[in-house]
């Protein structure tokens, strides 16, 4: 059943990366980033107070900024609706991936959302057969990444340690969305969830690509890793994503695009699971007056969220 696998991690991750080659498999589509799946569930956009289709969902739907890029225009998207009206929200999902993976000629069809990594519950209440594979990279070199982010202050603007604490405030955020995704994986069963690190992706591939295939059910292609062979461009100024590279290692590393100030401070504030992951440290040792300015830099992330109604990782503080 469609979708049968959501690519997750937390946003800066490379997702992309990891997209691209599994949409490169001949039986797998992978939809770019809908955003809109477990918001609408959640909210009740265009639904029923239990879940079920009603008409003015294929208005909402088409109003979303992120539908179009599924290729189903109005008539078909009114008629799929009404074909669904009174069904359940699932169903109408499925059908809509269904529809996207016939046109691309794929039985499989798949989303990558970075942001799902925080909705897994909700993602497997609807698609309880539906497979995870959590993306799971370095948090330093996430953080760089995430400052630099032409989005970084809409991304972080609701946090108000962001403009004063800009290396800690990534940390906290990408701590959140790893921890978030490990507890709901730990909760569902081995077959429907699994971790992949980035740096053994652009290390080895292949090995990396073998065992998502088996994850996933299907038989590994050498499609997979040839993901970028004709569309590759060097024009300079071009980002990573629109320059289509192959796996490629040290694109961006913390030991030498941070400096020793930074790496303490991303430390103080998710250092243990940089040690729960098996990533090495980088700071020496973190000074009093650092750690308890991190303290109350994470009790205050912390009340951001919870004032948004958003989860928080267990025990978090």
Known sequence: MNPFVFLVGCPRSGTTLLHRLVDAHPEAAIVHETLWIAKFWERRVGLTPDGRVTRELAVRLHEHRRFGQLGIDQAALDRLVDAHTE??????????????????????????????????????????????????????????????WKKADRVFRDHATWPQEPIATAALWWERSVRLGREAGASLPSELYAEVRYEDVVAHPERECRRIC?????????????????????????????????????????????????????????GDLLDELGYERGALDLDGDLALRTRAVRHRFAGDVALRGRPLPEGWV
């Open 214 to 270: 088996a994850f996933l059910g299907l038989e590994y292609d050498e499609a997979m890793i040839r993901f970028h062979e004709g569309r590759t461009r060097e024009t300079p100024g071009l980002t990573t994503k629109r320059k289509w590279l192959p796996p490629t290692a040290g694109l961006r590393d913390w030991r030498t695009d941070m400096s020793r100030d930074e790496v303490a401070s991303f430390e103080a504030a998710a």
């Open 87 to 148: 069904d359940t929200y699932a169903e109408l999902v499925t059908a809509l991936f269904d529809l996207y993976g016939a046109g691309r000629g794929k039985p499989f069809v798949g989303d990558k959302s970075p942001g799902y990594v925080r909705s897994i519950p909700t993602l497997h209440e609807l698609w309880p057969q539906a497979r995870f594979v959590h993306l799971i990279r370095d948090g330093r070199d996430v953080c760089l990444s995430a400052v630099n």
